[in-house]
Structures are given as structure tokens and as C-alpha cells.
């Protein structure tokens, strides 16, 4: 399983980005992957590199049709291959959940 941190956003449309990253949230749901929204970034499951690729392809261009005119997409990936990684996991390790 890959484990992404992502944040997709335009810097040209002013202050408030949430229309553009609500967009982004919706395509990751519509997925069916396992995700997580953070107050930064949002962080998702994804059984393949590809699949990460294709995602990160559909917000980028959902925001596009949005009317963005320049995107900056930010992305930080764990590809474990030693054991099964997921969202809970990380999250289980480093607190009492």
C-alpha cells in the first residue's frame, strides 16, 4: 500500500482556496481510497504508484475546470515494502488511539 500526503492548490485565485480543495476532497472520495483531511493537507491510500498519479491528475485538472490558473501541487510518499502501512497504523503508532 502507498501512503501520499497531498495538497493541490492555486496560488492565482486569492485568499480562499476552499472551493478548489473541495473539489480535490470529492474526486479522492469518489475513489473509494482510504483518506484523511488535515488542516494542511490530506493524506490517502493507494494500492499503486500509478493510482497515486491518476488521482493526483484528476484533482489537478478538476481545479483547472475550476478556473485555476496555476497550481501547486505538493506530495510526500511512503512506499513501504517491509509490512502493510496504512493511515490508522501511522496514526495508532505515535498515540494511544
Known sequence: MILAQLSVYPVS???SMGR???KGVKII???GYTYQV???STSVEVP???ELF???E???QAQLEEG???LIIEMKVDDRRDKDATLAGKVASVTDR
Open 13 to 15: 485565485e486569492g485568499l
Open 29 to 31: 472520495e469518489e475513489s
Open 38 to 40: 488535515g488542516g494542511m
Open 58 to 60: 484528476k484533482i489537478h
Open 54 to 56: 491518476d488521482l493526483v
Open 68 to 70: 485555476a490558473r496555476r
Open 48 to 50: 499503486t504508484l500509478r
Open 20 to 22: 478548489f480543495v473541495k
